[in-house]
Every structure is written in C-alpha cells, then in structure tokens.
C-alpha cells in the first residue's frame, strides 16, 4: 500500500507566501517524477511544477517565477514553495507520484487526497 499525504494548504493574502509538502509512504522501491497539480473551482486540473527524480524541474507558465518545487530523496518528499500568491491560485492542490513499489512492478501513477489554497483579495 502506498499514501501520499499533503500537508501546508490555508488561508493566504494576495501576496502571500506558503510551502506544500507531501509525503511518500508505504511500500516504496524507487520513486521517479513527483508532481503538484491543481484544480481551481469550475476549471480542468492543471499540471503547476514537476520535479524528476534527479531534480530537473518544470513549471506552468503561470507559476513561473513564483512556485518552486523541490525534494527529499531520502524522505520521500517532495515540496511546492509558493510565493507572490494571487487570488487566480485558489484551488485543491494535489500531489501525484509516480513510483516503483517493487522490482517486480511496472511504474504506477499514485495520488494524494488534496489540499486547499485559498488566496484572498
């Protein structure tokens, strides 16, 4: 069994700052992209920031500038710090991993149960 667990999500002003974090447990062979997505209300879930397993790194437009991802290898965590928050990054921010759990397994997708980020006016 493998859980992703989200953590760092609230209440913000605009210009504001806050750090996700979300944390790999369970059976767990080799971790490779780790990724934060999110979905705003009445909108599509979007891809914000990937990090693979050897850190290269890649943002939504959007966030550029503003988001950095970032993680802990041996934690098994992965973090979004998000600075210069505007109301437009309100939404349910997800963490998605993609792993290995066993020598035996092919790579699967595993998702966390979602945090909010609500950036008020």
């Known amino acids: 069994q493998v859980q992703l667990v989200e953590s760092g999500g609230g209440l913000v002003q605009a210009g504001g700052s806050l750090r996700l974090s979300c944390a790999a447990s369970g059976s767990i062979f080799s971790i490779n992209d780790m990724n934060w997505h999110r979905r705003a209300p009445g909108k599509q879930r979007e891809l914000v920031a990937s990090i693979t397993s050897g850190g290269s790194t890649n943002y939504a437009d959007s966030v550029k500038g503003r988001f950095t991802i970032s993680r802990d290898n041996a934690k098994n965590t992965v973090y979004l710090q998000m600075n210069s928050l505007k109301p437009e990054d309100t939404a349910v921010y997800y963490c998605?991993?993609?792993?290995?759990?066993?020598?035996?397994?092919?790579?699967?997708?595993?998702w966390g149960q979602g945090t909010q980020v609500t950036v008020s006016s």
């Open positions: 998605n991993a993609r792993l290995v759990r066993n020598r035996y397994e092919s790579q699967r997708s595993y």
